[in-house]
Protein backbone atom coordinates (compact mmCIF):
# COMPACT_ATOMS: atom_id res chain seq x y z
CA UNK A 1 0.00 0.00 0.00
CA UNK A 2 1.12 3.48 -0.41
CA UNK A 3 0.01 5.26 3.09
CA UNK A 4 2.49 6.62 5.23
CA UNK A 5 2.59 4.89 8.18
CA UNK A 6 2.68 6.29 11.69
CA UNK A 7 6.20 6.19 12.58
CA UNK A 8 6.24 9.65 14.73
CA UNK A 9 7.51 7.73 17.28
CA UNK A 10 10.75 7.28 15.83
CA UNK A 11 13.57 9.60 16.54
CA UNK A 12 16.32 11.10 14.85
CA UNK A 13 18.93 8.83 15.54
CA UNK A 14 16.44 5.64 15.56
CA UNK A 15 15.78 6.56 11.52
CA UNK A 16 19.77 6.97 11.07
CA UNK A 17 20.09 4.11 12.12
CA UNK A 18 17.02 1.87 10.76
CA UNK A 19 18.00 3.58 7.45
CA UNK A 20 21.91 2.53 7.84
CA UNK A 21 20.29 -1.53 8.56
CA UNK A 22 17.90 -1.36 5.45
CA UNK A 23 21.16 0.24 3.15
CA UNK A 24 23.46 -1.80 4.74
CA UNK A 25 20.96 -4.72 3.87
CA UNK A 26 20.12 -3.74 0.51
CA UNK A 27 24.33 -3.64 -0.20
CA UNK A 28 24.96 -7.05 1.24
CA UNK A 29 21.96 -8.87 0.82
CA UNK A 30 22.63 -10.15 4.49
CA UNK A 31 21.18 -9.60 8.33
CA UNK A 32 23.04 -6.15 9.50
CA UNK A 33 24.90 -6.52 12.77
CA UNK A 34 25.50 -3.12 15.30
CA UNK A 35 29.64 -3.20 14.42
CA UNK A 36 28.84 -3.06 10.28
CA UNK A 37 26.15 -0.46 11.14
CA UNK A 38 28.76 1.74 13.68
CA UNK A 39 31.44 1.62 10.42
CA UNK A 40 28.48 2.54 8.13
CA UNK A 41 27.31 5.66 10.13
CA UNK A 42 29.08 9.10 8.95
CA UNK A 43 28.99 10.23 12.29
CA UNK A 44 30.17 8.77 15.59
CA UNK A 45 27.60 6.73 17.93
CA UNK A 46 28.76 3.74 20.35
CA UNK A 47 28.60 0.41 18.98
CA UNK A 48 26.10 -0.05 22.20
CA UNK A 49 23.95 2.79 21.46
CA UNK A 50 23.66 1.10 18.03
CA UNK A 51 22.83 -2.00 19.45
CA UNK A 52 20.44 -0.75 22.23
CA UNK A 53 18.41 1.33 19.40
CA UNK A 54 18.25 -1.54 17.26
CA UNK A 55 16.84 -3.77 19.90
CA UNK A 56 14.47 -0.80 20.78
CA UNK A 57 13.43 -1.07 16.48
CA UNK A 58 12.96 -4.95 16.46
CA UNK A 59 10.45 -4.51 19.28
CA UNK A 60 8.75 -1.91 17.69
CA UNK A 61 8.62 -4.16 14.29
CA UNK A 62 10.82 -2.53 12.42
CA UNK A 63 13.69 -5.15 12.37
CA UNK A 64 14.03 -8.59 13.00
CA UNK A 65 16.25 -11.68 13.68
CA UNK A 66 16.19 -14.18 11.66
CA UNK A 67 18.08 -16.05 14.73
CA UNK A 68 19.73 -15.78 17.94
CA UNK A 69 23.44 -14.84 16.97
CA UNK A 70 22.49 -13.36 13.48
CA UNK A 71 21.95 -9.32 12.81
CA UNK A 72 18.85 -7.70 11.83
CA UNK A 73 16.47 -7.33 8.99
CA UNK A 74 14.09 -4.89 7.77
CA UNK A 75 10.82 -6.47 8.48
CA UNK A 76 8.19 -4.21 5.44
CA UNK A 77 7.66 -1.91 8.22
CA UNK A 78 11.19 -1.13 8.57
CA UNK A 79 11.44 -0.77 4.40
CA UNK A 80 8.53 1.33 4.46
CA UNK A 81 10.36 4.10 6.67
CA UNK A 82 13.21 3.95 4.34
CA UNK A 83 11.05 4.59 1.10
CA UNK A 84 8.85 6.84 2.17
CA UNK A 85 12.02 8.95 3.73
CA UNK A 86 13.08 8.71 -0.58
CA UNK A 87 9.95 9.62 -1.74
CA UNK A 88 9.41 12.83 0.78
CA UNK A 89 12.16 14.22 -0.79
CA UNK A 90 12.18 13.38 -4.64
CA UNK A 91 11.33 16.88 -5.59
CA UNK A 92 15.26 17.38 -4.87
CA UNK A 93 16.67 13.61 -5.27
CA UNK A 94 15.28 12.95 -8.90
CA UNK A 95 18.25 15.11 -9.74
CA UNK A 96 20.57 12.88 -8.84
CA UNK A 97 20.12 10.30 -11.48
CA UNK A 98 23.59 9.52 -13.36
CA UNK A 99 24.00 11.12 -16.48
CA UNK A 100 24.31 7.97 -17.95
CA UNK A 101 20.85 6.50 -17.19
CA UNK A 102 19.00 9.57 -19.10
CA UNK A 103 21.53 9.09 -21.67
CA UNK A 104 20.96 5.65 -22.19
CA UNK A 105 17.12 5.85 -21.98
CA UNK A 106 16.80 9.10 -24.32
CA UNK A 107 19.17 6.39 -26.96
CA UNK A 108 17.55 3.51 -26.90
CA UNK A 109 13.99 4.92 -27.03
CA UNK A 110 15.06 7.04 -30.17
CA UNK A 111 16.85 3.95 -31.73
CA UNK A 112 13.99 1.52 -31.72
CA UNK A 113 10.53 3.01 -31.21
CA UNK A 114 10.12 3.31 -34.88
CA UNK A 115 9.70 -1.25 -34.39
CA UNK A 116 6.81 -2.96 -33.72
CA UNK A 117 7.88 -4.37 -31.17
CA UNK A 118 8.51 -1.30 -28.73
CA UNK A 119 6.65 -2.97 -25.82
CA UNK A 120 9.67 -5.42 -25.49
CA UNK A 121 12.08 -2.42 -26.37
CA UNK A 122 10.71 -0.18 -23.28
CA UNK A 123 10.90 -3.55 -21.03
CA UNK A 124 14.35 -4.60 -21.89
CA UNK A 125 15.37 -0.91 -21.20
CA UNK A 126 13.48 -0.48 -18.21
CA UNK A 127 15.40 -3.80 -16.67
CA UNK A 128 18.48 -2.37 -17.95
CA UNK A 129 18.03 1.16 -16.15
CA UNK A 130 16.82 -0.90 -12.82
CA UNK A 131 18.61 -4.08 -12.29
CA UNK A 132 15.41 -5.79 -11.52
CA UNK A 133 12.39 -7.64 -13.54
CA UNK A 134 9.92 -4.60 -15.78
CA UNK A 135 7.23 -5.33 -16.67
CA UNK A 136 5.37 -3.25 -19.84
CA UNK A 137 1.46 -3.98 -19.61
CA UNK A 138 -0.43 -2.87 -23.16
CA UNK A 139 -3.84 -0.20 -22.96
CA UNK A 140 -6.00 -1.80 -21.54
CA UNK A 141 -8.14 -4.40 -24.15
CA UNK A 142 -10.84 -1.87 -23.83
CA UNK A 143 -8.98 1.22 -24.78
CA UNK A 144 -8.01 -0.87 -27.78
CA UNK A 145 -9.14 0.76 -31.15
CA UNK A 146 -9.46 -0.26 -34.80
CA UNK A 147 -6.90 1.27 -36.98
CA UNK A 148 -8.10 -0.15 -40.14
CA UNK A 149 -9.59 -2.74 -42.14
CA UNK A 150 -8.47 -4.58 -44.94
CA UNK A 151 -9.88 -7.13 -47.78
CA UNK A 152 -8.15 -9.22 -49.81
CA UNK A 153 -10.12 -11.21 -52.73
CA UNK A 154 -9.29 -15.26 -52.51
CA UNK A 155 -11.59 -16.26 -55.47
CA UNK A 156 -15.32 -16.89 -55.56
CA UNK A 157 -17.38 -15.10 -53.34
CA UNK A 158 -14.17 -15.94 -50.43
CA UNK A 159 -11.67 -13.27 -49.26
CA UNK A 160 -9.30 -12.27 -46.26
CA UNK A 161 -10.77 -10.05 -43.64
CA UNK A 162 -8.16 -8.26 -42.05
CA UNK A 163 -8.27 -6.07 -39.00
CA UNK A 164 -5.28 -4.09 -37.64
CA UNK A 165 -5.37 -2.51 -34.06
CA UNK A 166 -3.78 0.48 -33.29
CA UNK A 167 -1.36 -1.40 -31.05
CA UNK A 168 -0.34 -3.17 -34.46
CA UNK A 169 -1.83 -6.33 -32.81
CA UNK A 170 -3.28 -7.53 -36.09
CA UNK A 171 -6.17 -10.20 -36.34
CA UNK A 172 -7.20 -11.97 -39.59
CA UNK A 173 -10.28 -14.46 -40.79
CA UNK A 174 -11.78 -15.77 -44.09
CA UNK A 175 -15.09 -14.65 -45.00
CA UNK A 176 -17.92 -14.97 -47.65
CA UNK A 177 -19.95 -12.29 -49.19
CA UNK A 178 -22.57 -12.96 -51.33
CA UNK A 179 -22.20 -15.00 -54.76
CA UNK A 180 -21.35 -12.40 -57.74
CA UNK A 181 -20.63 -9.64 -55.94
CA UNK A 182 -19.04 -6.50 -57.81
CA UNK A 183 -15.22 -6.05 -57.43
CA UNK A 184 -15.97 -2.35 -57.12
CA UNK A 185 -18.70 -2.95 -54.69
CA UNK A 186 -16.60 -4.78 -52.27
CA UNK A 187 -13.97 -1.96 -52.95
CA UNK A 188 -17.00 0.36 -51.65
CA UNK A 189 -18.16 -1.67 -49.31
CA UNK A 190 -14.39 -1.93 -47.21
CA UNK A 191 -14.14 2.14 -47.33
CA UNK A 192 -17.45 2.44 -46.19
CA UNK A 193 -16.53 -0.33 -43.40
CA UNK A 194 -13.56 1.95 -42.37
CA UNK A 195 -15.48 5.26 -42.58
CA UNK A 196 -17.55 3.49 -39.60
CA UNK A 197 -15.28 1.25 -37.69
CA UNK A 198 -11.52 3.40 -37.91
CA UNK A 199 -10.83 4.67 -34.30
CA UNK A 200 -13.75 3.26 -32.50
CA UNK A 201 -13.26 0.43 -29.80
CA UNK A 202 -14.72 -3.21 -30.20
CA UNK A 203 -17.40 -2.19 -27.90
CA UNK A 204 -18.55 0.37 -29.69
CA UNK A 205 -18.40 -1.29 -32.54
CA UNK A 206 -20.47 -3.88 -31.46
CA UNK A 207 -22.84 -0.96 -29.93
CA UNK A 208 -23.13 1.66 -32.25
CA UNK A 209 -21.83 0.25 -35.99
CA UNK A 210 -22.76 -3.26 -36.65
CA UNK A 211 -26.67 -2.82 -36.40
CA UNK A 212 -26.98 -0.02 -38.44
CA UNK A 213 -23.81 -0.02 -41.39
CA UNK A 214 -26.74 -1.09 -43.86
CA UNK A 215 -30.24 0.23 -42.63
CA UNK A 216 -30.01 2.36 -45.88
CA UNK A 217 -30.61 -0.37 -48.60
CA UNK A 218 -27.96 -0.42 -51.20
CA UNK A 219 -25.44 -2.72 -52.70
CA UNK A 220 -22.82 -1.20 -51.15
CA UNK A 221 -24.32 -1.15 -47.54
CA UNK A 222 -25.48 -4.88 -47.88
CA UNK A 223 -21.68 -5.54 -48.69
CA UNK A 224 -20.49 -3.80 -45.71
CA UNK A 225 -23.27 -5.46 -43.60
CA UNK A 226 -21.94 -8.93 -45.08
CA UNK A 227 -18.14 -8.06 -44.14
CA UNK A 228 -19.17 -6.65 -40.68
CA UNK A 229 -20.91 -9.50 -39.79
CA UNK A 230 -19.27 -12.38 -41.05
CA UNK A 231 -16.05 -10.52 -39.36
CA UNK A 232 -17.73 -9.64 -36.70
CA UNK A 233 -15.80 -10.96 -34.16
CA UNK A 234 -12.09 -9.63 -35.38
CA UNK A 235 -14.13 -6.30 -35.06
CA UNK A 236 -15.54 -6.75 -31.68
CA UNK A 237 -13.53 -9.24 -29.69
CA UNK A 238 -11.46 -8.11 -26.66
CA UNK A 239 -7.71 -7.83 -27.95
CA UNK A 240 -5.12 -9.84 -26.69
CA UNK A 241 -3.18 -8.97 -23.63
CA UNK A 242 0.26 -7.10 -24.12
CA UNK A 243 2.78 -7.98 -21.95
CA UNK A 244 6.45 -7.83 -22.31
CA UNK A 245 8.69 -9.08 -19.36
CA UNK A 246 12.16 -8.79 -18.80
CA UNK A 247 15.00 -9.70 -16.60
CA UNK A 248 14.34 -11.99 -14.69
CA UNK A 249 17.59 -13.35 -14.68
CA UNK A 250 18.32 -9.74 -12.86
CA UNK A 251 16.66 -11.58 -9.83
CA UNK A 252 16.96 -15.56 -10.27
CA UNK A 253 20.32 -16.04 -8.19
CA UNK A 254 19.24 -13.75 -5.25
CA UNK A 255 19.02 -15.32 -1.72
CA UNK A 256 14.75 -14.66 -1.90
CA UNK A 257 14.44 -16.71 -4.93
CA UNK A 258 16.29 -20.07 -3.08
CA UNK A 259 13.60 -20.46 -1.09
CA UNK A 260 10.98 -22.99 -3.54
CA UNK A 261 7.64 -21.69 -2.56
CA UNK A 262 8.71 -18.17 -2.99
CA UNK A 263 10.19 -19.00 -6.65
CA UNK A 264 6.84 -21.04 -7.26
CA UNK A 265 4.90 -17.93 -6.38
CA UNK A 266 6.66 -15.85 -8.62
CA UNK A 267 6.41 -18.19 -11.74
CA UNK A 268 2.54 -18.73 -10.60
CA UNK A 269 1.83 -14.85 -10.99
CA UNK A 270 4.39 -14.79 -14.22
CA UNK A 271 2.66 -17.77 -15.84
CA UNK A 272 -0.83 -15.83 -16.49
CA UNK A 273 -0.90 -12.47 -18.66
CA UNK A 274 -4.28 -12.00 -17.53
CA UNK A 275 -3.40 -11.83 -14.21
CA UNK A 276 -0.30 -9.72 -14.25
CA UNK A 277 -2.05 -6.88 -16.75
CA UNK A 278 -5.27 -6.95 -14.32
CA UNK A 279 -3.09 -7.30 -11.11
CA UNK A 280 -0.58 -4.42 -12.15
CA UNK A 281 -3.73 -1.99 -13.44
CA UNK A 282 -5.26 -2.32 -9.94
CA UNK A 283 -1.93 -1.97 -8.24
CA UNK A 284 -1.74 1.49 -10.05
CA UNK A 285 -5.14 2.56 -9.66
CA UNK A 286 -5.00 2.17 -5.55
CA UNK A 287 -1.70 4.04 -5.54
CA UNK A 288 -3.37 6.89 -6.72
CA UNK A 289 -0.13 8.24 -6.67
CA UNK A 290 2.15 8.26 -10.17
CA UNK A 291 4.32 5.82 -8.69
CA UNK A 292 2.99 2.98 -6.51
CA UNK A 293 5.42 0.98 -3.51
CA UNK A 294 4.33 -2.41 -2.21
CA UNK A 295 6.34 -4.08 -0.39
CA UNK A 296 5.83 -7.36 1.19
CA UNK A 297 3.07 -8.36 2.89
CA UNK A 298 1.34 -4.77 1.98
CA UNK A 299 0.63 -6.14 -1.52
CA UNK A 300 -3.00 -7.25 -2.07
CA UNK A 301 -1.59 -10.23 -4.43
CA UNK A 302 -0.61 -12.58 -2.81
CA UNK A 303 2.00 -14.56 -5.20
CA UNK A 304 4.17 -11.41 -4.86
CA UNK A 305 4.06 -11.06 -0.83
CA UNK A 306 7.56 -11.97 -1.11
CA UNK A 307 8.84 -8.73 -3.18
CA UNK A 308 8.27 -5.33 -3.83
CA UNK A 309 6.91 -3.80 -6.74
CA UNK A 310 6.83 -0.43 -7.94
CA UNK A 311 4.19 0.50 -10.42
CA UNK A 312 3.87 3.43 -12.77
CA UNK A 313 2.13 4.53 -15.84
CA UNK A 314 3.69 5.47 -19.60
CA UNK A 315 1.72 7.22 -22.50
CA UNK A 316 2.79 5.93 -26.61
CA UNK A 317 0.94 7.17 -29.03
CA UNK A 318 -1.73 8.36 -26.90
CA UNK A 319 -2.06 5.39 -25.08
CA UNK A 320 -1.99 5.05 -21.33
CA UNK A 321 -0.03 1.74 -20.42
CA UNK A 322 1.07 0.26 -16.77
CA UNK A 323 4.96 -0.09 -16.18
CA UNK A 324 6.22 -2.20 -12.97
CA UNK A 325 9.40 -2.81 -11.48
CA UNK A 326 9.79 -6.34 -9.75
CA UNK A 327 12.35 -7.62 -7.02
CA UNK A 328 13.22 -8.82 -4.00
CA UNK A 329 12.04 -6.66 -0.76
CA UNK A 330 15.75 -5.28 -0.15
CA UNK A 331 16.08 -3.67 -4.14
CA UNK A 332 17.41 -0.67 -4.69
CA UNK A 333 14.40 1.09 -4.57
CA UNK A 334 16.28 4.73 -5.34
CA UNK A 335 17.57 3.21 -8.77
CA UNK A 336 14.19 1.77 -9.53
CA UNK A 337 12.57 5.41 -9.16
CA UNK A 338 15.29 6.91 -11.32
CA UNK A 339 14.96 4.06 -13.69
CA UNK A 340 11.04 4.78 -13.89
CA UNK A 341 11.67 8.43 -13.94
CA UNK A 342 14.19 8.51 -16.87
CA UNK A 343 12.33 6.15 -19.21
CA UNK A 344 9.17 8.50 -18.36
CA UNK A 345 11.39 11.29 -19.33
CA UNK A 346 12.32 10.14 -22.05
CA UNK A 347 9.00 9.23 -23.67
CA UNK A 348 7.85 13.06 -23.30
CA UNK A 349 6.45 13.24 -20.32
CA UNK A 350 6.67 15.35 -17.41
CA UNK A 351 8.37 14.05 -14.11
CA UNK A 352 6.76 12.45 -11.94
CA UNK A 353 5.55 13.48 -8.44
CA UNK A 354 6.94 10.91 -6.32
CA UNK A 355 5.00 11.87 -2.48
CA UNK A 356 4.56 9.92 0.32
Known sequence: MNRRHDNRGLDQRSRE??????????????????GLVERGLQRSVSSATIRSVMQRLESAGYLQQPHTSAGRLPTDRGFRVFVDGLRSGWALRRFEA?????????????????????????????????????????????????????????????GLLVVILDTTQVR?????????TPTHVVAEAVRLLNERVAGRTPAEIRR???????????????????LARAGGELLTGPAAEEIEIEGMANVLETPELHEP??????????????????????LQRESRQEFG????????????????????????????????????????????????????????????AIVS
Not at 140 to 145: I, L, W
Open 172 to 180: TGLVDLPPG
Open 208 to 226: EVLAAIDLVRTPVTECAGS
Open 17 to 34: ILEAVVRLNIETGRPVSS
Open 98 to 158: PSEMRALARRDIRRTLGTQDRLKVLAALLSRLTDNISIVVGPSREAVRVERVEFYAKGGSR
Open 293 to 352: VWIGRENPVGELRSFSVLTGTYALDGRVGTLAVLGPRRMSYQRAFHGLDALREALGQPPA
Open 261 to 282: EVLRALLRFMGSPRTIGESLRH
